[in-house]
């Protein structure tokens, strides 16, 4: 609250120099006059506007200096807009950069902003639930990127830092400028890349502008599950209005995004493969022993879900510039997005429960892909999955000119983050604890990962509430059900002071110094219940076995063998009582899960801009360095020492530690410019990515495995534990790229407004360019997740052991397993990109044109005392991208396919926890057709048509480096949406 307040001063002060500024310039000789449409932008990282577009020209004025010059206003729309757009923004910044700009005012092209990156050289996402929602750059995972808001670093929706693009509307933004080096005036810079995201200013546009979007969307598989909140159909309708008032001094934007976007999803999740060995047994033989020495399916947890995800997002932006000394600038935003799942399916337990293995199987390379398993009690499950979060952000800026030669910058912004998850599982069965019928399943192993059976009873008949499996059993309660329910807090706050010296002659043209103050805090806590059928204990005798229900056939997993199952609403049945809500009796994850990170970074930094000669070579770009001094404190739980299980609860303390560091990050880019439309870039940069939150946990978890109880090896003792560790520091690299970069000449380029006279240089000019790269990120200080020492545990007994047990107990050492430092590696890489429209090849092909990019990247990572290297998580070895497009008189078609092979990456695990697989690669194809109509009384409106996930790509990951050996299975259909356009002329 004394923040906002502060910010909230701070604001009313820029009101207030504002005015003075006024008062000041009447008294005192103009600078170089404001023009018509704004101030004079930096040439430094700034985007052309879609109206009126800005690019620079290597002149000589008469002190030898570089001079950017703006181009003549052209009204310009559509796809080939864009392509132009950013490649003004690639070529004109002054470090290696990717950027994409909106086709028209709240346009951006692809179907979402995560979609749309994900189509950028050198980067890819990872989808989710069916949209593209994370971001890795030259192969790195989303923990080792940041995301910015207007130069204003974003806090995360994840209980990490990771920034899931999927909760930002695209309808917001003007462009997007991803820098893949740094520079030292970049505050909140990742290790791999950053990506700043720019909304609509008022004052940068030439005029008023106002656009209305409307899309009707639906997916090619039917619905597979009902219930509350779900739907097969949706929609997207957007609204941007930008006008600007009092001579152009004063500008507002308004935005809003309703959205209703529905994902199908079919899932399934094997259990594991395990050994014959490693099967549960009856009476002292394997359940598995018919595998023949064969890896089989253990179990496998299956649904089909109906996911619908909402959002109402709101953008406004008042500027105000009321001469050529001040301009300031207040950018909200406010999105609020609830996602629902209905999850209808069943469990088999199989080898690692009570299913038996028949006679018959077929085998093929040691894994068993085809046979039948006898006494097999399923877990029919009615689940629900909701997450509903919120996300402001608050941006104030303020420009001052002081002279010609002199300009501060101070900046503060707020962003925060809410979220809340409920994932309910409800189960029923023929009976308690596997008394019922058994099943018999035949089951096949596809050649698509799918896994198809064959099951023999009617699960429509019969069915009551129960704990088929008795998994509530160790904890003395018959489990019916059991709820998860997640919550995160996180904010960020920043405030930066900048000052800058032009210079009018000499190597620099200019100097800028300042220093960047940030806060953040990020809690999350869980909640975990049972739901049980009246809420006793089986030791105290009057815990419910049973209890009856009413349902409603269904068959959410025909598409996998299953007819039919009875389904409900689990909500029902905890209004009416029959599910009742008890405590866990311990966390179902490795360590208590409450936790509680915050950072304090003071970050001063030293720039110094290029701008010269040598010889008859250009030369730009900047050199120079940050200084990052973090305090950061981590706060979590513990059991505490000699405590047992009494009454039900595990007694845990709280858990602090804190450290202290501080980095130096030096960065160097120079452009060196041979010709007109030739360039090579190269950079250097010492860069760093922060722990992740839920390693910085304070937490501990002890464990107690009663099957090595008499162990007396502590590496496979009784007790064991987990915990984060407070005092990790940044994983750091030396980054180095180089970028050799050709712009074609000629062609049409633009697609220009037939009112338009057609004189400009913008519409004279190529949108094509060849770019060459590479990159070598070296990896010091790698945060080693599961680092492990030896930890005498004699202060946590009796922790729940009887002393008959204790007796048994063969050693009380045992092996904690945290997060640290001790990881080193490298990435290394190539990148070749062609952007081309066909006309410079012919005429006949105007309109024509088509974007290439690949990536090939190679890497290695080794923890201390393990020498093997292995794969950075989050990388693919191939990442490549496809557009081919189309544009003439009004009618736009576009097709494109992105690519990755398989790679490491992160799933949601219990409780929203992050856990590591490895994701199988694949194309995903999309495509779109539009017409716009460019004048008659339908000026203005576009109609559209476009596909996603037309190659109903699957998602799917696996283990043991076989893509057979499936741990994840899911396939989303195809989306399609028809939608209209109006932009108001």
């Not at 405030?495 to 806060?519: D, H, I, N, W």
């Not at 050799?740 to 006279?757: I, L, M, W």
Request: charged content about 15%; some cysteine; overall charge neutral.
């Amino acid at each position: 609250m004394v923040l906002k307040h502060n910010m909230l001063a701070m604001a009313i002060a820029s009101v207030c120099l504002g005015m003075c500024a006024t008062a000041y310039a009447a008294t005192t000789p103009a600078a170089a006059p404001a023009t018509a449409a704004g101030p004079q932008q930096s040439t430094q990282d700034q985007a052309p506007t879609t109206s009126a577009d800005q690019t620079k020209k290597d002149e000589k004025d008469a002190d030898g200096k570089h001079k950017a010059q703006k181009m003549q206003a052209v009204e310009v729309n559509g796809f080939i807009s864009s392509i132009e757009n950013s490649t003004a923004l690639k070529r004109n910044s002054s470090t290696i950069v990717e950027a994409v700009s909106a086709e028209q005012v709240g346009k951006l092209p692809g179907v979402s902003i995560a979609d749309t990156l994900g189509r950028l050289p050198g980067l890819a996402v990872q989808t989710v639930s069916g949209r593209p929602q994370v971001l890795t750059i030259h192969g790195m995972g989303p923990d080792f990127s940041t995301a910015l808001i207007n130069g204003g670093q974003q806090v995360s929706t994840s209980n990490n830092r990771d920034v899931q693009f999927d909760q930002y509307p695209s309808s917001w933004f003007d462009n997007v400028v991803v820098h893949l080096s740094p520079s030292a005036n970049l505050i909140g810079q990742g290790l791999t890349g950053t990506v700043d995201m720019h909304t609509i200013r008022p004052l940068e546009k030439s005029g008023p502008e106002a656009a209305l979007n409307a899309h009707y969307i639906w997916n090619d598989m039917s619905q597979l599950s009902s219930g509350p909140g779900v739907s097969d159909k949706g929609y997207n309708v957007n609204g941007v209005w930008v006008h600007q008032f009092a001579d152009h001094t004063l500008g507002v934007t308004l935005g809003v995004d309703l959205e209703n976007n529905p994902s199908q999803i079919q899932h399934q999740q094997p259990w594991g493969y395990p050994t014959p060995d490693s099967c549960s047994k009856t009476n002292g033989v394997s359940n598995c022993s018919n595998a023949n020495g064969n890896q089989v399916l253990g179990g496998s947890k299956n649904f089909g879900i109906s996911d619908s995800m909402k959002r109402r997002g709101v953008l406004a932006t008042v500027q105000w510039q009321p001469n050529e000394f001040y301009t300031g600038t207040i950018d909200l935003t406010y999105d609020n997005f609830k996602e629902v799942q209905q999850a209808k399916g069943m469990e088999f337990p199989l080898g690692w429960a009570s299913g038996i293995v028949a006679p018959g199987i077929t085998a093929s390379n040691g894994l068993v892909t085809s046979g039948t398993y006898t006494n097999v009690s399923p877990v029919i499950r009615n689940d629900y999955n909701s997450t509903s979060a919120r996300v402001y952000n608050f941006n104030w800026e303020n420009k001052f000119t002081i002279n010609e030669n002199w300009t501060a910058n101070l900046n503060a912004n707020y962003s925060r983050a809410t979220r809340r998850d409920v994932s309910l599982e409800s189960y029923s069965g023929f009976g308690y604890n596997k008394s019922g019928p058994t099943d018999t399943i035949g089951f096949s192993e596809l050649g698509n990962g799918l896994l198809y059976v064959n099951p023999t009873l009617d699960y429509t008949q019969g069915m009551v509430l129960t704990d088929p499996q008795g998994w509530g059993g160790g904890n003395d309660v018959v489990q019916a059900g059991f709820i998860n329910a997640p919550h995160t807090v996180d904010y960020l706050a920043n405030l930066r002071l900048s000052v800058e010296r032009s210079f009018s002659s000499g190597p620099f043209s200019s100097m800028e110094f300042g220093v960047a103050y940030s806060k953040r805090n990020k809690t999350y806590h869980t909640d975990q219940d049972f739901l049980t059928l009246g809420g006793g204990t089986i030791s105290g005798g009057n815990a419910v076995q049973t209890a009856p229900f009413t349902g409603s056939s269904c068959d959410p997993l025909s598409w996998m063998g299953v007819s039919s199952q009875l389904c409900y609403n689990p909500f029902d049945l905890l209004a009416n009582g029959t599910l009742q809500q008890v405590p866990t009796f311990g966390s179902s994850l490795a360590m208590p899960p409450n936790w509680k990170v915050r950072e304090k970074t003071l970050t001063p930094y030293l720039q110094m801009n290029l701008d010269t000669y040598l010889g008859g070579v250009s030369l730009r770009g900047n050199f120079g360095i940050q200084a990052q001094r973090t305090s950061q404190r981590g706060v979590g739980e513990r059991v505490a020492p000699g405590s047992s299980v009494t009454g039900g609860q595990t007694q845990l303390i709280p858990v602090t530690a804190s450290t202290t560091y501080t980095r130096y990050l030096p960065s160097a880019n120079l452009i060196f410019g041979f010709t007109d439309n030739d360039d090579l870039r190269v950079s250097a940069a010492r860069t760093l990515a922060r722990p992740r939150m839920d390693q910085m946990n304070a937490s501990l978890g002890v464990s107690g495995n009663l099957t090595h109880l008499a162990n007396t090896d502590p590496n496979q003792a009784y007790f064991g534990a987990k915990g984060g560790n407070p005092k990790l520091t940044p994983t750091m690299a030396d980054n180095y790229n180089v970028s050799y970069e050709h712009y074609f000449s000629g062609g049409s380029g633009y697609e220009c407004n037939s009112n338009d006279a057609k004189n400009s240089d913008l519409c004279r000019s190529g949108a094509g360019y060849f770019a060459l790269s590479g990159y070598f990120i070296k990896l010091h200080d790698y945060i080693n997740p599961n680092a492990a020492y030896l930890y005498d545990f004699s202060a946590f007994l009796p922790f729940g052991l009887t002393p008959e047990q204790q007796a048994q107990l063969g050693t009380t050492k045992g092996i904690v397993e945290g997060p640290t430092n001790d990881g080193r590696g490298y990435v290394k890489g190539v990148q070749v990109t062609l952007n081309t429209p066909f006309n410079l090849v012919t005429p006949v092909l105007d309109g024509f044109g088509m974007i290439l990019t690949g990536n090939r990247t190679k890497s290695s990572l080794v923890y201390a005392g393990n020498p093997d290297p292995i794969t950075v998580p989050g990388l693919s070895k191939w990442v490549a991208n496809a557009t081919l497009y189309y544009q003439h008189s009004g009618f736009e078609a576009r097709i494109s396919d992105s690519y990755r092979s398989s790679f490491l990456g992160e799933v949601s695990g219990i409780s929203a926890s992050r856990i590591m697989q490895t994701v199988k690669g694949g194309s995903s194809y999309d495509a779109q057709l539009s017409y716009s109509f460019d004048s008659g009384s339908l000026k203005g409106l576009t109609f559209i048509v476009q596909g996603s996930n037309l190659s109903n790509k699957r998602f799917i990951t696996y283990q043991n480096n076989d893509p057979r050996q499936v741990l994840t299975w899911e396939r989303y259909g195809r989306r399609y949406d028809i939608g209209v356009s109006y932009k108001f002329q």
